[in-house]
């Protein structure tokens, strides 16, 4: 997905392009190629989300790198000392800035069950949206924007999923 040029609409031919220079590059291999499913990849870019990301590229922010200092109670239940820290790495997949400010996106390639796709989603969004609501909060802190949007989506399924803002989930629960 960072490797699609967004100035243009993407195609089949263009995703399938781009997985194939991946592949001569040596950066995929030719079993994780054959695995990718280009519809769903150009599906995102049929989502509410994926559209603004066409109509405004230069907002368009991939693969970047943040450290984020948290209060370690922030993170940890029942963690004692009141002024410790923790210091968070990451790399967020996406994020577009727009006037009412920033929306942020996950690409995730969990398998979704097709026979209980509403509790396989749930499960995922569940198991994810304490990452998604770290990356909100390093973004807001780089950007001074507030967060407008924050989703996964599910490249397994091509399908864009709302993650709930809520405080930092605590790891040990």
Known sequence: MQQLDVTVT????????????LVADQ??????AQRIQPELIL???SSSVGQQVLAAPDQLHREVPFSLLMPARSLFQ?????????LVHG??????????GVILFDYKTDHVNAQNQAASIEKIVERYGGQVNLYAAAL???????????YLYL?????????PEQQVRRLSE
């Open 27 to 32: 950066v995929l291999t030719a079993e994780v």
């Open 91 to 100: 790399i967020i997949d996406g994020y577009l800035t727009t006037p009412a």
């Open 78 to 86: 029942d963690f004692q000392e009141t002024d410790s820290q923790v």
């Open 10 to 21: 993407p195609t089949l031919d263009r995703v399938q392009g781009v997985i194939d220079q």
């Open 140 to 150: 807001k802190q780089m950007t001074g924007q507030p967060i407008v949007g924050q």
């Open 155 to 163: 490249l397994a399924i091509g399908e864009l999923v709302a993650v």
């Open 43 to 45: 599906r995102f870019f």
